[in-house]
């Protein structure tokens, strides 16, 4: 070969022996073959096979079968973030004319997609209370195909009673699908409670060090999974190995990152609310919390995010305590090592009072419990004087 040919063909080294505990990174949009005919047969090889980097290269699928292992799924798909994988679904399975019934307190972006997006197109949304549990038959009609859940719900963490939602749902053939984020399979496992999709930001706790961005949808049918296949691929959408490969390394340590946080949050709660009075911090793991005794049956346990709630009268004292944190930062996005503040307003018809609190997300992350005690304990006092 001449030399402008090796510069771009290379000469072939020996991955022999190479054993590493890491996986690669694997970049790919042009996958070679080795034959015509193999080219020609390419689909052949389905969506588990390596076509086109579009479909994924080893690095994603090491992500995948590692999700799939922990969701006890048959098939995972990922997707750029927590809030595709929500998207996905609902556009895997809705069609004009159809109902999804949404729980009040999911990730509110879900909600600004069906308003926003959905229902222009003859999609129509039905919010229901998030404790509603078997009740959720009443809502049910010939157009409804997806109860959409999240538990705990984004900020206001009440628990959902999903093994009675999934059960009414599944009598009328309706789909059903959970935001697992908060959990993560190490405390919740849907799919294992009959819930078809299992959705999560890995933004959150698998990332684990908020610089990254993806999401993943797990499912325990295989048919469901190559029906979010085909749409990825219809849409183009997939995922990069570098950020893959950042998600792999995240979950390694995910296990020690939330018992950690899952505990040094329990406490902080805990002596909060002794503070502060009851009702003052949402945490599923405290008797008062909305759905405490479904979170104690179903969930291994509790993760480092809990709310305070802060009486409108005191909002502005508490806007000073957040800006003069030491350690806590104030952003959106949890489950990193930093310990986060975001201080949240709720838009539900429910909570339009004059006096609507602030919710404050306060996100765990791996510093000395002694310096967030100190940036916690003047808000507790705040709240109670
Ligand atoms: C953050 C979050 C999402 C969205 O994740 P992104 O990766 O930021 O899009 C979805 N659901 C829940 C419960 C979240 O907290």
Same mark, same amino acid.
């Given at each position: 070969?001449?030399?402008?040919?090796?510069?771009?063909?290379?000469?072939? +080294?020996?991955?022999?022996?190479?054993?590493?505990?890491?996986?690669?990174?694997?970049?790919?949009?042009?996958?070679?073959?080795?034959?015509?005919?193999?080219?020609?047969?390419?689909?052949? /090889?389905?969506?588990?096979?390596?076509?086109?980097?579009?479909?994924?290269?080893?690095?994603?699928?090491?992500?995948?079968? $590692?999700? @799939?292992?922990?969701?006890?799924?048959? /098939?995972?798909?990922?997707?750029?973030?927590?809030?595709?994988?929500?998207?996905?679904?609902?556009?895997?399975?809705? !069609?004009?004319?159809?109902? +999804?019934?949404?729980?009040?307190?999911?990730?509110?972006?879900?909600?600004?997609?069906?308003?926003?997006?959905?229902?222009?197109?003859?999609?129509?949304?039905?919010?229901?209370?998030?404790? %509603?549990?078997? =009740?959720?038959?009443?809502?049910?009609?010939?157009?409804? !195909?997806?109860?959409?859940?999240?538990?705990?719900?984004?900020? @206001?963490?009440?628990?959902?009673?999903?093994?009675? %939602?999934?059960?009414?749902?599944?009598?009328? =053939? %309706?789909?059903? =699908?959970?935001?697992?984020?908060?959990?993560?399979?190490?405390?919740? !496992?849907?799919?294992?409670?009959? +819930?078809?999709?299992?959705?999560? $930001?890995?933004?959150?706790?698998? *990332?684990?060090?908020?610089?990254?961005?993806?999401?993943?949808?797990?499912?325990?049918?295989?048919?469901?999974?190559?029906?979010?296949?085909?749409?990825?691929?219809?849409?183009?959408?997939?995922?990069?190995? &570098?950020?893959?490969?950042?998600?792999?390394? *995240?979950?390694?340590?995910?296990?020690?990152?939330?018992?950690?946080?899952?505990?040094?949050?329990?406490?902080?709660?805990?002596?909060?609310?002794? %503070?502060?009075?009851?009702?003052?911090?949402?945490?599923?793991?405290?008797?008062?919390?909305?759905?405490?005794?479904?979170?104690?049956? &179903?969930? !291994?346990?509790?993760?480092?995010?809990? @709310?305070?709630?802060?009486?409108?009268?005191?909002?502005?004292?508490?806007?000073?305590?957040?800006?003069?944190?030491?350690?806590?930062?104030?952003?959106?996005?949890? =489950?990193?090592?930093?310990?986060?503040?975001?201080?949240?307003?709720?838009? /539900?018809?429910?909570?339009?009072?004059? &006096?609507?609190?602030?919710?404050?997300?306060?996100?765990?992350?791996?510093?000395?419990?002694?310096?967030?005690?100190?940036?916690?304990?003047?808000?507790?006092?705040?709240?109670?004087?």
């Amino acid at each position: 070969m001449r030399d402008k040919t090796i510069c771009v063909k290379r000469p072939k +080294v020996s991955a022999d022996g190479f054993a590493s505990l890491s996986t690669g990174v694997h970049r790919a949009s042009t996958i070679v073959f080795d034959s015509a005919e193999d080219y020609a047969n390419r689909a052949a /090889r389905g969506p588990d096979g390596y076509t086109y980097g579009l479909m994924g290269t080893p690095t994603t699928r090491a992500l995948e079968a $590692a999700i @799939t292992e922990l969701e006890k799924a048959s /098939r995972t798909v990922l997707v750029p973030s927590g809030q595709a994988a929500v998207s996905l679904v609902f556009l895997s399975v809705l !069609k004009p004319g159809d109902t +999804v019934l949404v729980s009040e307190s999911a990730y509110p972006p879900v909600i600004d997609f069906c308003e926003e997006y959905l229902k222009p197109r003859g999609i129509v949304h039905r919010l229901y209370d998030p404790t %509603i549990g078997a =009740g959720i038959t009443d809502l049910f009609d010939d157009t409804v !195909k997806l109860v959409w859940m999240e538990s705990p719900g984004s900020t @206001t963490m009440e628990v959902q009673d999903i093994p009675a %939602i999934v059960s009414a749902a599944k009598s009328r =053939g %309706i789909y059903t =699908g959970c935001d697992n984020t908060w959990a993560t399979p190490l405390l919740f !496992k849907p799919l294992q409670h009959g +819930v078809d999709f299992s959705a999560m $930001a890995l933004t959150k706790y698998v *990332g684990g060090h908020s610089d990254l961005l993806l999401g993943s949808v797990a499912v325990a049918d295989y048919e469901l999974f190559k029906h979010l296949k085909r749409i990825l691929s219809l849409f183009g959408v997939t995922v990069s190995p &570098d950020e893959c490969s950042l998600a792999l390394r *995240g979950l390694e340590t995910m296990g020690v990152r939330m018992a950690h946080s899952g505990r040094a949050a329990l406490e902080f709660a805990r002596n909060i609310r002794d %503070i502060a009075g009851p009702g003052s911090v949402l945490h599923p793991a405290l008797p008062e919390c909305m759905g405490h005794d479904i979170w104690a049956r &179903d969930f !291994k346990g509790a993760s480092g995010v809990f @709310t305070i709630v802060v009486p409108a009268a005191k909002k502005s004292r508490i806007d000073q305590l957040l800006t003069a944190a030491e350690t806590f930062s104030i952003g959106a996005s949890w =489950g990193g090592t930093h310990s986060l503040f975001a201080p949240m307003t709720i838009k /539900r018809a429910a909570l339009q009072n004059t &006096d609507q609190p602030i919710y404050l997300r306060v996100s765990i992350g791996l510093e000395d419990e002694a310096d967030l005690w100190d940036d916690l304990v003047p808000i507790a006092n705040a709240i109670a004087s």
